[in-house]
Protein backbone atom coordinates (compact mmCIF):
# COMPACT_ATOMS: atom_id res chain seq x y z
CA UNK A 1 0.00 0.00 0.00
CA UNK A 2 1.20 3.52 -0.43
CA UNK A 3 2.21 5.39 1.97
CA UNK A 4 -0.14 8.77 3.27
CA UNK A 5 2.69 11.66 2.51
CA UNK A 6 3.02 14.21 5.14
CA UNK A 7 1.29 17.58 5.18
CA UNK A 8 4.05 19.61 4.92
CA UNK A 9 4.82 17.95 1.66
CA UNK A 10 6.00 20.61 -1.07
CA UNK A 11 3.31 20.55 -4.33
CA UNK A 12 5.65 19.17 -6.70
CA UNK A 13 2.94 19.60 -9.48
CA UNK A 14 2.80 23.19 -8.27
CA UNK A 15 6.68 23.26 -8.74
CA UNK A 16 7.16 21.49 -11.82
CA UNK A 17 6.75 24.63 -14.53
CA UNK A 18 3.59 25.12 -15.71
CA UNK A 19 5.17 24.44 -19.43
CA UNK A 20 5.69 21.33 -18.97
CA UNK A 21 1.76 20.76 -18.02
CA UNK A 22 0.78 22.43 -21.32
CA UNK A 23 0.07 19.72 -24.16
CA UNK A 24 1.55 22.45 -26.94
CA UNK A 25 4.56 23.29 -25.01
CA UNK A 26 5.20 18.96 -24.39
CA UNK A 27 5.02 18.50 -28.30
CA UNK A 28 7.78 20.19 -29.04
CA UNK A 29 9.89 19.32 -25.82
CA UNK A 30 11.90 17.09 -27.69
CA UNK A 31 12.68 19.52 -30.52
CA UNK A 32 13.56 22.42 -27.59
CA UNK A 33 15.94 20.03 -25.63
CA UNK A 34 17.78 18.29 -28.90
CA UNK A 35 16.55 14.99 -28.99
CA UNK A 36 19.03 13.89 -25.90
CA UNK A 37 20.39 10.81 -26.90
CA UNK A 38 20.05 8.19 -23.74
CA UNK A 39 22.88 5.79 -24.81
CA UNK A 40 25.27 7.18 -22.75
CA UNK A 41 23.10 6.97 -19.59
CA UNK A 42 22.20 3.28 -20.05
CA UNK A 43 25.65 2.32 -21.08
CA UNK A 44 26.94 4.03 -17.86
CA UNK A 45 24.06 1.91 -15.50
CA UNK A 46 24.98 -1.46 -17.14
CA UNK A 47 28.71 -0.56 -17.08
CA UNK A 48 28.20 -0.69 -12.98
CA UNK A 49 26.85 -4.25 -13.20
CA UNK A 50 22.88 -3.89 -13.73
CA UNK A 51 22.28 -6.34 -15.53
CA UNK A 52 19.56 -7.07 -18.47
CA UNK A 53 17.08 -8.47 -15.86
CA UNK A 54 17.10 -5.23 -13.57
CA UNK A 55 14.57 -2.92 -12.36
CA UNK A 56 14.96 0.63 -13.48
CA UNK A 57 13.20 3.77 -12.31
CA UNK A 58 13.10 7.14 -14.70
CA UNK A 59 12.59 10.09 -12.14
CA UNK A 60 11.24 13.18 -13.66
CA UNK A 61 10.70 11.07 -17.32
CA UNK A 62 9.40 13.91 -19.34
CA UNK A 63 9.05 12.45 -22.45
CA UNK A 64 10.22 9.18 -22.00
CA UNK A 65 13.06 9.36 -24.44
CA UNK A 66 15.23 7.48 -21.93
CA UNK A 67 12.41 5.14 -20.46
CA UNK A 68 11.51 4.07 -23.67
CA UNK A 69 14.65 3.43 -24.60
CA UNK A 70 15.12 1.16 -21.70
CA UNK A 71 12.64 -1.26 -22.24
CA UNK A 72 14.78 -2.46 -24.69
CA UNK A 73 17.84 -3.04 -21.96
CA UNK A 74 16.22 -3.46 -18.89
CA UNK A 75 13.42 -6.43 -17.52
CA UNK A 76 11.07 -3.87 -15.86
CA UNK A 77 11.28 0.29 -16.24
CA UNK A 78 9.04 2.34 -14.59
CA UNK A 79 8.96 6.08 -16.12
CA UNK A 80 7.53 8.59 -13.20
CA UNK A 81 6.68 12.34 -13.77
CA UNK A 82 4.26 14.88 -12.03
CA UNK A 83 2.47 16.24 -15.62
CA UNK A 84 0.03 14.29 -16.55
CA UNK A 85 0.66 15.45 -20.20
CA UNK A 86 4.38 14.23 -20.23
CA UNK A 87 2.94 10.79 -19.26
CA UNK A 88 0.29 10.92 -22.00
CA UNK A 89 2.90 11.27 -24.69
CA UNK A 90 5.20 8.79 -22.88
CA UNK A 91 1.90 6.33 -22.98
CA UNK A 92 1.52 7.40 -26.50
CA UNK A 93 5.13 6.39 -28.07
CA UNK A 94 4.66 3.69 -25.81
CA UNK A 95 1.91 2.22 -28.10
CA UNK A 96 3.15 3.27 -31.15
CA UNK A 97 6.42 1.39 -30.17
CA UNK A 98 4.41 -1.91 -28.75
CA UNK A 99 6.29 -1.86 -25.91
CA UNK A 100 3.72 -2.90 -23.52
CA UNK A 101 5.47 -3.19 -20.32
CA UNK A 102 6.59 0.23 -19.56
CA UNK A 103 5.31 1.48 -16.32
CA UNK A 104 4.13 4.64 -16.00
CA UNK A 105 3.33 6.64 -13.11
CA UNK A 106 1.76 9.79 -11.83
CA UNK A 107 4.71 10.96 -9.16
CA UNK A 108 7.75 12.92 -8.19
CA UNK A 109 10.43 12.61 -6.36
CA UNK A 110 8.76 13.52 -3.32
CA UNK A 111 5.64 11.56 -3.84
CA UNK A 112 6.88 8.10 -6.08
CA UNK A 113 6.05 5.20 -3.96
CA UNK A 114 8.28 1.98 -4.99
CA UNK A 115 6.12 -0.95 -5.46
CA UNK A 116 7.88 -4.42 -5.54
CA UNK A 117 12.08 -5.67 -5.15
CA UNK A 118 13.99 -2.43 -4.71
CA UNK A 119 15.16 -0.80 -8.22
CA UNK A 120 19.00 -1.66 -9.27
CA UNK A 121 18.98 2.11 -11.03
CA UNK A 122 17.41 5.17 -10.95
CA UNK A 123 18.24 7.61 -13.84
CA UNK A 124 16.78 11.45 -13.75
CA UNK A 125 18.05 14.07 -16.35
CA UNK A 126 17.41 18.04 -15.64
CA UNK A 127 14.72 17.88 -13.50
CA UNK A 128 15.64 17.57 -9.81
CA UNK A 129 16.43 21.38 -10.20
CA UNK A 130 12.64 22.17 -9.81
CA UNK A 131 13.30 21.31 -6.32
CA UNK A 132 14.93 24.17 -3.75
CA UNK A 133 17.68 22.47 -1.67
CA UNK A 134 16.09 21.14 1.33
CA UNK A 135 13.63 19.21 -0.87
CA UNK A 136 16.41 18.09 -3.06
CA UNK A 137 17.94 16.19 0.01
CA UNK A 138 14.74 14.93 0.86
CA UNK A 139 14.35 13.63 -3.05
CA UNK A 140 17.86 12.09 -2.76
CA UNK A 141 17.12 10.22 0.59
CA UNK A 142 14.35 8.97 -1.12
CA UNK A 143 16.07 7.53 -3.97
CA UNK A 144 18.70 5.92 -2.04
CA UNK A 145 15.63 4.43 -0.25
CA UNK A 146 14.00 3.01 -3.70
CA UNK A 147 17.38 1.57 -4.79
CA UNK A 148 19.37 -1.85 -3.24
CA UNK A 149 22.59 -1.58 -2.14
CA UNK A 150 24.99 -1.00 -4.75
CA UNK A 151 22.16 0.14 -6.80
CA UNK A 152 22.89 2.87 -9.35
CA UNK A 153 22.22 6.82 -9.25
CA UNK A 154 22.52 7.95 -12.74
CA UNK A 155 21.68 12.28 -12.92
CA UNK A 156 22.26 14.88 -14.98
CA UNK A 157 21.15 18.69 -14.07
CA UNK A 158 22.26 22.21 -14.60
CA UNK A 159 24.37 22.06 -11.40
CA UNK A 160 26.92 25.89 -11.18
CA UNK A 161 30.66 24.37 -10.85
CA UNK A 162 31.62 27.93 -9.86
CA UNK A 163 31.80 30.15 -6.92
CA UNK A 164 29.29 33.05 -6.20
CA UNK A 165 31.71 35.60 -7.04
CA UNK A 166 32.37 34.43 -10.36
CA UNK A 167 28.77 34.43 -11.48
CA UNK A 168 28.10 37.49 -13.98
CA UNK A 169 31.08 36.33 -16.14
CA UNK A 170 29.79 32.54 -16.51
CA UNK A 171 26.19 33.55 -17.05
CA UNK A 172 27.02 36.12 -19.48
CA UNK A 173 29.25 33.89 -21.56
CA UNK A 174 26.56 31.23 -20.98
CA UNK A 175 23.62 33.49 -22.47
CA UNK A 176 26.54 34.54 -25.45
CA UNK A 177 27.23 30.72 -26.41
CA UNK A 178 23.43 30.15 -26.56
CA UNK A 179 23.11 28.99 -29.99
CA UNK A 180 19.49 29.39 -30.43
CA UNK A 181 17.44 32.47 -30.69
CA UNK A 182 13.71 30.90 -31.58
CA UNK A 183 12.75 29.33 -28.35
CA UNK A 184 10.77 26.49 -30.22
CA UNK A 185 14.26 25.43 -31.12
CA UNK A 186 15.74 24.97 -28.20
CA UNK A 187 16.75 27.43 -25.16
CA UNK A 188 17.28 30.89 -25.65
CA UNK A 189 19.40 33.42 -23.43
CA UNK A 190 15.96 34.48 -22.20
CA UNK A 191 15.20 31.01 -21.50
CA UNK A 192 18.02 30.59 -19.08
CA UNK A 193 18.34 33.85 -17.61
CA UNK A 194 14.06 32.70 -16.59
CA UNK A 195 15.68 29.39 -15.71
CA UNK A 196 17.95 31.30 -12.74
CA UNK A 197 15.86 33.68 -11.73
CA UNK A 198 12.84 31.25 -11.21
CA UNK A 199 14.54 27.44 -10.68
CA UNK A 200 16.39 25.93 -8.01
CA UNK A 201 19.71 25.10 -9.89
CA UNK A 202 22.66 24.60 -6.90
CA UNK A 203 26.02 24.80 -6.67
CA UNK A 204 28.30 21.59 -6.94
CA UNK A 205 29.78 22.49 -4.14
CA UNK A 206 26.56 22.50 -2.15
CA UNK A 207 24.84 19.28 -4.32
CA UNK A 208 27.84 16.68 -3.76
CA UNK A 209 27.83 16.46 0.03
CA UNK A 210 23.76 16.38 -0.36
CA UNK A 211 24.53 13.37 -2.48
CA UNK A 212 26.90 11.73 0.14
CA UNK A 213 24.83 12.90 3.22
CA UNK A 214 21.59 10.61 1.45
CA UNK A 215 24.27 7.67 1.20
CA UNK A 216 25.44 7.86 -2.02
CA UNK A 217 29.15 7.34 -3.60
CA UNK A 218 29.98 9.20 -6.16
CA UNK A 219 31.99 7.11 -8.41
CA UNK A 220 32.09 9.40 -11.69
CA UNK A 221 31.35 13.14 -12.45
CA UNK A 222 31.72 15.13 -15.45
CA UNK A 223 30.79 18.66 -16.29
CA UNK A 224 30.09 21.07 -19.35
CA UNK A 225 30.38 24.53 -19.30
CA UNK A 226 30.54 24.88 -15.54
CA UNK A 227 26.98 24.71 -16.05
CA UNK A 228 26.09 21.04 -16.80
CA UNK A 229 26.96 17.95 -14.44
CA UNK A 230 26.66 14.73 -15.10
CA UNK A 231 26.99 11.85 -12.36
CA UNK A 232 27.12 8.29 -12.03
CA UNK A 233 26.96 7.12 -7.88
CA UNK A 234 26.42 3.89 -6.07
CA UNK A 235 24.19 3.36 -2.85
CA UNK A 236 26.33 2.62 -0.26
Partial sequence: MPHAHPSWTLDELAHAGPEHLDPAFVAGFDRKQGYPDPTDDIDAIRAHGVAP?????DLGAGTGRFALAAVGAFGRVVAADVSPAMLATIRGRAVEAGLTTLECVQAGFLSYDHQGPPADAVHTRHALHQLPDFW???????????LRPGGVLRLRDLIYDFEPAQADAVFAGWFADAAHR???DGYTPEDYAEHIRTEHSTYRWLFEPMLTRAGFEIVEVDFAGRLFGTYTCLRR
Fill in 136 to 146: KTIALVRIAAI
Fill in 182 to 184: DPA
Fill in 53 to 57: DATVV
